[in-house]
């Protein structure tokens, strides 16, 4: 069983900088690749990047690449994502997510755990 807190979300204006922090349980973290998933008002949770077990692997999806940068802690079981240039339609529900894999995955399915979730919006 792995539990998952999210903080570090808030409102802030676009081409600013928000830094996210997940906190996991568990004595197992680097067992599990970790995902953040976004989910505005009205649409489909999507994925937005992911990190392996390890740290060595990353997959960013193309609408954040440049912008946003995820990092693990497996000492402190922490994953944060950097956030830099945010834009309006990076408001959203930002949801931490862990999978008992070694790679990241970009579908929900894949994950087992979630966190409550932390909300960030952006102001034009």
């Known amino acids: 069983q792995v539990q998952l807190k999210e903080t570090g979300g808030g409102l802030v204006q676009t081409g600013n900088s928000l830094r996210l922090s997940c906190a996991a349980s568990g004595r197992t973290f680097s067992r599990y690749a970790m995902g953040w998933f976004r989910q505005a008002p009205g649409a489909e949770r999507e994925f937005v990047v992911g990190?392996?077990?390890?740290?060595?692997?990353?997959y960013y999806a193309d609408s954040v690449k440049g912008r946003f940068t995820i990092s693990r802690d497996n000492v402190k079981n922490m994953v944060y994502l950097q956030m830099n240039s945010l834009k309006p339609e990076d408001t959203a529900v930002y949801y931490c997510?862990?999978?008992?894999?070694?790679?990241?995955?970009?579908?929900?399915?894949?994950?087992?755990?979630w966190g409550q979730g932390t909300q960030v919006t952006v102001s034009s």
């Open positions: 990190i392996s077990g390890i740290g060595a692997i990353t």
């Open positions: 997510a862990a999978a008992l894999r070694p790679l990241p995955s970009t579908r929900r399915g894949e994950y087992d755990y």
